[in-house]
């Protein structure tokens, strides 16, 4: 283990859980993007008033931070690549947007950033993007935004974690690969929460695989954590 201060410490255990969960994900085809835009964890270290913003993307996540946006009374722009919410219900998740669109967020659809350039004063930013029609013709075209807030999804945080050289398996996206019973390919090495891939990214749903796990591992029970018909909640204005 390493310290903030650089100091090394050596810790020994039977077993090992790995839950350090998922990071906002910062798109790499865009330059110097973590030095003009935040994410959502950022928004809420904001000190000042965010300004106009552009919220880049369409999860419950990019909705929710728009919304609540919205309700503090700032001038919020929704970036949507392809659809509103994917992986819900299209036609809930469309009324969804159209109340947004409706209340006053703005929306841009079928398009993506393609290069930010903060202007010369102030905390102004240009933003370059891509829109892609029907037809399939495309435009670029330019807005000037105050705060760019990135919300195109979130990655496992098990970079630093030197997994490769004890022997645990992970898949191509950085996730550990567990069996069901949260074990990694290491006996004593143990996986739960947003880390492990084909999970849930449900915080609830970490915290009872966790209990479980506990008393798998500390009582003599056989119980499994069960993640069919686990209901989720969207926290956006409707």
Same mark, same amino acid.
């Given at each position: 283990?390493?310290?903030?201060?650089?100091?090394?410490?050596?810790?020994?255990?039977? +077993? !090992?859980?790995? &839950?350090?969960?998922?990071?906002?994900?910062?798109?790499?085809? #865009?330059?110097?993007?973590?030095?003009?835009?935040?994410?959502? *964890?950022?928004?809420?270290?904001?000190?000042?008033?965010? $300004?106009?913003?552009?919220?880049?993307?369409?999860? %419950?996540?990019? =909705?929710?931070? &728009? $919304?609540?946006?919205?309700? =503090?009374?700032?001038? @919020?722009?929704?970036?949507?690549?392809?659809?509103?919410?994917?992986?819900?219900?299209?036609? =809930?998740?469309?009324?969804?947007?159209?109340?947004?669109?409706?209340?006053?967020?703005?929306? !841009?659809?079928?398009?993506?950033?393609?290069?930010?350039?903060?202007? &010369?004063?102030?905390?102004?930013?240009?933003?370059? %993007?891509?829109? #892609?029609?029907? *037809?399939?013709?495309?435009?670029?075209?330019?807005? /000037?935004?105050?705060? #760019?807030?990135?919300?195109?999804?979130?990655?496992?945080?098990?970079? =630093?974690?030197?997994?490769?050289?004890?022997?645990?398996?992970?898949?191509? +996206?950085?996730? #550990?690969?567990?069996?069901? /019973? /949260?074990?990694?390919?290491? /006996? +004593? !090495? %143990?996986?739960? $929460?947003?880390? @492990?891939?084909?999970?849930?990214?449900?915080?609830?749903?970490?915290?009872?695989?966790?209990?479980?796990?506990?008393?798998?591992?500390?009582?003599?029970?056989?119980?499994?954590?069960? %993640?069919?018909?686990?209901?989720?909640?969207?926290?956006?204005?409707?």
């Amino acid at each position: 283990m390493k310290a903030a201060d650089g100091t090394v410490e050596v810790v020994t255990a039977d +077993n !090992i859980l790995i &839950a350090t969960g998922g990071r906002p994900t910062f798109p790499p085809e #865009i330059p110097n993007l973590r030095e003009v835009a935040i994410s959502s *964890d950022d928004i809420f270290w904001k000190q000042q008033k965010p $300004g106009k913003t552009l919220v880049v993307g369409a999860s %419950y996540i990019g =909705l929710e931070c &728009a $919304g609540f946006l919205h309700g =503090l009374g700032i001038d @919020v722009t929704v970036m949507v690549r392809s659809i509103f919410l994917r992986g819900f219900d299209q036609q =809930l998740a469309n009324k969804i947007g159209d109340h947004m669109k409706k209340i006053g967020v703005k929306v !841009i659809h079928n398009s993506v950033p393609t290069k930010i350039t903060k202007k &010369a004063e102030g905390d102004w930013k240009t933003v370059e %993007y891509k829109t #892609i029609a029907e *037809d399939k013709t495309e435009t670029v075209n330019e807005e /000037d935004f105050e705060t #760019i807030l990135i919300a195109v999804g979130r990655s496992a945080d098990t970079e =630093l974690l030197g997994l490769k050289e004890v022997g645990v398996k992970t898949a191509a +996206n950085g996730k #550990i690969i567990c069996s069901e /019973d /949260d074990k990694t390919s290491v /006996d +004593n !090495i %143990y996986a739960i $929460g947003d880390v @492990v891939e084909g999970r849930l990214e449900l915080t609830p749903t970490a915290i009872m695989a966790g209990r479980l796990l506990a008393l798998r591992l500390f009582s003599a029970s056989k119980i499994l954590a069960n %993640y069919i018909y686990v209901p989720t909640t969207v926290f956006t204005p409707l």
